[in-house]
């Protein structure tokens, strides 16, 4: 009687097993980049990024792309949704 793995197909030969680690690696590299880039870019109101990001697949290269070149700055106040507040002495005064 034969044994058969999780992961058993009639048409895969014994040593393209050792394949399956690199594909759950590759798909966990995938999600966690893209969840990255996807908060980014929410959170940016990158509306466009936002949609590539989703619906483009490359194993992570435009989700690193985005990352190290177009994501917002942390220091501009528009990517926190902060609006600077323009105050005059006068309306302090009052």
């Known amino acids: 009687m034969h044994v058969f793995t999780p992961f058993y197909s009639p048409?895969?030969?014994?040593?393209?097993?050792?394949?399956?680690?690199?594909?759950?690696?590759?798909?966990?590299?995938?999600?966690?980049?893209?969840?990255?880039?996807?908060?980014?870019?929410?959170?940016?109101?990158?509306?466009?990024?936002?949609i590539a990001?989703?619906?483009?697949?490359?194993?992570?290269?435009?989700e690193i792309v985005y990352l190290i070149w177009f994501r917002p700055k942390k220091d501009s106040p528009e990517t926190h949704g902060e609006t600077p507040m323009h105050t005059s002495s006068s309306a302090q005064a009052q």
């Open 11 to 50: 048409y895969m030969l014994e040593y393209m097993s050792i394949f399956i680690p690199f594909l759950l690696l590759a798909a966990l590299w995938t999600v966690v980049l893209k969840g990255f880039s996807l908060w980014y870019a929410a959170r940016g109101s990158q509306k466009w990024w936002f």
């Open 53 to 62: 990001i989703l619906v483009i697949n490359t194993l992570g290269i435009l």
